[in-house]
Nanobody, 128 residues
Framework: QVQLVESGGGLVQPGGSLRVSCEAS????????IAWFRQAPGKEREGVSC????????YYADSVKGRFTISRDSVGNTVYLQMNNLVPDDTAVYYC?????????????????????WGQGTQVTVSS
C-alpha cells in the first residue's frame, strides 16, 4: 500500500523560504509520479508542482514558477518542494500525491482525480 508522509511546513514571513518533504513508501515500481497540491481555506485544491517518472518531466503552476523547485532524492523515496520568496497567497495546506503507475504526465491538465494516493498535508503559513 502506497503511503505518503509530508513534513516541513510552518510559519514564515513574506520573502522567506521553506522546504516541504514527501516521504513515499509502498510502491511496487521504481517509477512513479509525485505532485504537490495546495488548498487554502474556502478554495479548491490546486496543483502546484509535479515531477514525473522521468525527472525531465517537471511542471510548475504559473503562480509559483521561478520561486518553487521540486526535486527527488537520489534513492527516489523523498520528493522535496523548495519554496522561496514566499508571499501570503502561498498560505495553504500542502499535500503530496502520487500516481503509482508513473504514466501520468505532469502538466497543467493534471487534477486531483489523477492521483490515487495522498498524504495528510502540512500547513504552510506566510505572515508577518
Amino acid at each position: 500500500q502506497v503511503q505518503l508522509v509530508e513534513s516541513g511546513g510552518g510559519l514564515v514571513q513574506p520573502g522567506g523560504s521553506l522546504r516541504v518533504s514527501c516521504e513515499a513508501s509502498g510502491f511496487t515500481s521504481d517509477y512513479y509520479t509525485i505532485a504537490w497540491f495546495r488548498q487554502a481555506p474556502g478554495k479548491e485544491r490546486e496543483g502546484v508542482s509535479c515531477i514525473g517518472r522521468s525527472d525531465g518531466n517537471i511542471y510548475y503552476a504559473d503562480s509559483v514558477k521561478g520561486r518553487f523547485t521540486i526535486s527527488r532524492d537520489s534513492v527516489g523515496n523523498t520528493v522535496y518542494l523548495q519554496m522561496n520568496n514566499l508571499v501570503p497567497d502561498d498560505t495553504a495546506v500542502y499535500y503530496c500525491a502520487a500516481d503509482p503507475t508513473g504514466f501520468l504526465y505532469c502538466s497543467a491538465d493534471m487534477g486531483v482525480a489523477d492521483f490515487d494516493a495522498w498524504g495528510q498535508g502540512t500547513q504552510v503559513t506566510v505572515s508577518s
